[in-house]
């Protein structure tokens, strides 16, 4: 089965490359990915996969409609997989009159306006568009859009052991600059309104009085002009109130597991949380979880057992959990260890795998039923024209 993945996108999410690295461990596979430039094609050129580029991105225009037919046409794909919405887009429009199924992968919720209408009457009129979902994103029902369960490699994502753990934290530490005794929390994830970390920063100075130990580390990164607009709010919020020793936005983290291992807990405070990816990965790791109780935070999260939820909004609740967690390590222990074996028996990569593949074996399923409801017909049509002549 082929698979050509295409990413639009200047920047890419860590939830596609999760998703290609998914896609790389099933043998029954021959994928292959046209995007611009960058982070994804070199972490996927050494395991043997083709890449195209994808010579320009920003706002679509007629030469990548044209790139991307052309690769359709050259490769002769069975299923072109969208990892984001421009890219499905482009996808349905470049395809105008082939059979060829495309999927678009849904990684966010996707906000009521004018564009969401045009998306989803572009879904509806195209029978050869496919939704992969994550919670919350597509609400309607339809036998065209297919759940992929969230998923972290349990091998990859594991606890340190007590040696370790002390070389993470103190590596971590020293990294940015903070003493060995302080209080470490995080928030992971793309810096953009919707995750709400200037929330989290004007939030600091309560948390602070409390926890005078405290620091927060920030990583991710801005992707559109409007997250770009956000990351300097937050820049201006921690230099007004005069956090810049408490607080570091440390960029994207290519290597995770050792940083979740590093600090004491993570911060989950978005305003609506459709996949979860950091939260499966820090409970994998053995880390607590402090999160908004929205979205699929309630799901993998039962509070005060293997994680702690607070209601949106709610900073205070956020401190008192907080301050509990800061109060004792075993106690954080404890509820790390919790927090990884609920994840590690419902989320594991292996279940995701083979998701997936039954989507894909669905998608292309339906492909054949049109066809062969298409070919029907049109013997109906005719045996109809012959008894009327």
């Known amino acids: 089965m082929r698979i050509l993945f295409i990413s639009y996108a200047g920047a890419e999410s860590r939830a596609e490359r999760a998703l290609l690295c998914l896609t790389e461990r099933i043998r029954a596979l021959e994928i292959s990915l046209l995007s611009p430039a960058g982070d994804l094609q070199k972490q996927i050129l050494p395991w043997g996969v083709e890449c195209r580029l994808l010579n320009e991105s920003g706002a679509p225009s007629g030469r990548a409609i044209a790139q991307i037919r052309n690769r359709v046409r050259e490769w002769k794909p069975d299923i072109i997989h969208a990892l984001n919405t421009r890219s499905g887009v482009l996808a349905l429009l470049a395809t105008v009159g082939m059979s060829v199924r495309v999927v678009w992968q849904a990684q966010d919720v996707c906000s009521e306006s004018p564009l969401t209408a045009v998306i989803r009457v572009l879904l509806a009129a195209s029978a050869r568009a496919h939704v992969v979902r994550v919670d919350g994103y597509l609400k309607r029902k339809s036998d065209r859009v297919h759940v992929l369960d969230k998923a972290i490699d349990p091998i990859l994502f594991h606890p340190a052991t007590r040696t370790d753990r002390r070389v993470d934290a103190s590596s971590l ?169 609920s994840v590690t028996c419902r989320f594991t990569i292996d279940i995701q795998r083979t998701q997936l593949l039954a989507i894909y074996k669905r998608v292309l399923d339906t492909k054949h039923h049109l066809l062969r409801t298409t070919r029907f017909n049109s013997k109906q049509s005719d045996a109809t024209e012959r008894a009327r002549l």
């Open 173 to 341: 530490r020293n990294e940015f600059g903070f003493s060995t005794g302080a209080f470490v929390v995080a928030m992971v994830g793309r810096i953009t309104a919707s995750q709400g970390q200037l929330e989290i920063i004007r939030a600091f100075p309560a948390i602070l009085a409390r926890i005078p130990r405290a620091v927060l580390l920030i990583a991710g990164t801005p992707l559109s002009k409007s997250d770009w607009e956000y990351r300097a709010r937050m820049d201006q919020a921690i230099k007004h109130l005069e956090l810049t020793g408490r607080i570091c936005l440390t960029g994207e983290q290519q290597n995770m597991a050792p940083f979740y291992r590093g600090i004491d807990a993570l911060i989950v405070n978005s305003a609506a949380e459709p996949f979860g990816l950091s939260i499966l990965e820090a409970m994998a790791c053995g880390r607590p979880v402090v999160a908004a109780d929205v979205g699929s935070a309630r799901k993998f999260i039962q509070s005060r057992l293997n994680g702690l939820l607070y209601e949106t909004g709610n900073y205070s609740e956020l401190a008192e959990h907080l301050v509990g967690l800061a109060a004792s390590l075993p106690g954080r222990d404890e509820m790390g260890a919790r927090a990884r074996e």
